[in-house]
C-alpha cells in the first residue's frame, strides 16, 4: 500500500485547510486510516481517524475543528481543518491499518497500531 498525502500549505489563522489521502495498491473501504502531525522538535501525535464503516475519534485540541471523512469513489480520506491556529502547524501524515476488527476505537491513538504512512504534508499557520 503507497499513501500519498496532499494539501498542506501555508494560512493564517482562523483560515482553514483540506488534506486528503490517497491509497494505491489497497481500497481504503476496509481499513482504518489515522492523520497524525509532528510539530518541529516534537513528537507525532494522533489528530484523528476513521473506521472502515465510518466511526471517528479526535485528539481533542481539535474536536469542532477538524472533520475526518472518507471518498471511497475515489480511495481517499480527507481532513478538513477549519479554525486553524498556530498551534496546528506540523507535518501531517496518514496512516492505514488494515485489520479494522477491533472493539476500542482508542487503539486508533498510537502509531504503532498503524501498518502503512504517508510522506507527509506541511501545514503552516501564522497569527
Known amino acids: 500500500v503507497q499513501l500519498q498525502a496532499s494539501g498542506g500549505g501555508s494560512v493564517q489563522a482562523g483560515g482553514y485547510l483540506r488534506l486528503s489521502c490517497a491509497a494505491s495498491?489497497?481500497?481504503?473501504?476496509?481499513?482504518?486510516v489515522g492523520w497524525f502531525r509532528q510539530a518541529p522538535g516534537k513528537e507525532r501525535v494522533f489528530v484523528a481517524a476513521?473506521?472502515?464503516?465510518?466511526?471517528?475519534i479526535y485528539t481533542d485540541s481539535v474536536k469542532g475543528r477538524f472533520t475526518i471523512g472518507r471518498e471511497d469513489a475515489t480511495n481517499t480520506v480527507f481532513l478538513q481543518m477549519d479554525n486553524l491556529n498556530p498551534e496546528d502547524t506540523a507535518i501531517y501524515y496518514c496512516?492505514?491499518?488494515?485489520?479494522?476488527?477491533?472493539?476500542?476505537?482508542?487503539?486508533?491513538?498510537?502509531?504503532?497500531?498503524?501498518?502503512?504512512w504517508g510522506q507527509g504534508t506541511l501545514v503552516t499557520v501564522s497569527s
Open positions: 496512516a492505514v491499518r488494515t485489520n479494522d476488527r477491533f472493539l476500542n476505537n482508542d487503539i486508533l491513538r498510537y502509531r504503532n497500531n498503524y501498518n502503512y
Open positions: 476513521i473506521r472502515s464503516r465510518g466511526g471517528t
Open positions: 495498491g489497497r481500497t481504503f473501504s476496509s481499513t482504518s
